[in-house]
Each structure stands twice: as C-alpha cells, then as structure tokens.
Nanobody, 125 residues
C-alpha cells in the first residue's frame, strides 16, 4: 500500500505562486509514477500533471503548461507541484496520485491506484 499526504495549499492572489508537496509512505520507490489532479467547484476531477518514477519524464495538461512544474525527490519520497502565474480558474482541491506499472501518458483518474485526501488552493482575482 501507498499513503499520500498533500500540503502547501492556501489562498493566493491571481498572478501569485504556490508550491504543493506530496509526501509518500509505504511501498514507495522510483518505480512509482506520480501525478496531480484537481477538482474545482462544480467541476469534474481533471488531470494536471504527471511525472515518471525516475523524474525523467513529465506530462502536463494544456491549461497549466508553461505555468506549473512537477518534480520529485525520491530520497525524500516527495513530489512537488510548483504553480506560477496562478489564475482564478486554478481554484480547486488538488490531489496527489500514484500509479504502478510501466511509464505511460495517463491523464484519466481511473489510471491511478492511490490518492491523497487533497489540499485546497484558492486564487482570488
């Protein structure tokens, strides 16, 4: 089993930055590919970014490309989401996710095996 705990959410003004962190515990390692999803008010959960177990490969949703950066520190069992130039439409609960198996571009929630509880990000305009 893998446990995921997010932190770093909060209230920020439009144009500002936040860095989310996800601490992984349990059966973790460089074989575990990680991702971030978000769910805004009245919206479905949507893909944000993913990163391979080694950190060599990443993939982003078009809506965040160029503004968000996903990274990981396998020694610390942590994954990060650096969010810059935040917009009001980025307001959502952000979830850390993990999946096993070979690396692949996976942007559907069903493709992930483990989920954190989420952290709220609110961007005021």
């Amino acid at each position: 089993q893998v446990q995921l705990v997010e932190s770093g959410g909060g209230l920020v003004q439009a144009g500002g930055s936040l860095r989310l962190s996800c601490a992984a515990s349990g059966r973790t390692g460089s074989w575990l590919h990680m991702g971030w999803f978000r769910q805004g008010p009245g919206k479905e959960r949507e893909f944000v970014a993913q990163i391979s177990g080694s950190g060599a490969s990443t993939n982003y949703a078009d809506s965040v490309k160029g503004r968000f950066t996903v990274s990981r520190d396998n020694a610390q069992n942590r994954v990060y989401l650096q969010m810059n130039s935040l917009k009001a439409e980025d307001t959502a609960v952000y979830y850390c996710t993990a999946r096993r198996g070979p690396w692949a571009i996976v942007s559907t929630a069903m493709g992930y095996d483990y989920w954190g509880q989420g952290t709220q990000v609110t961007v005021s305009s």
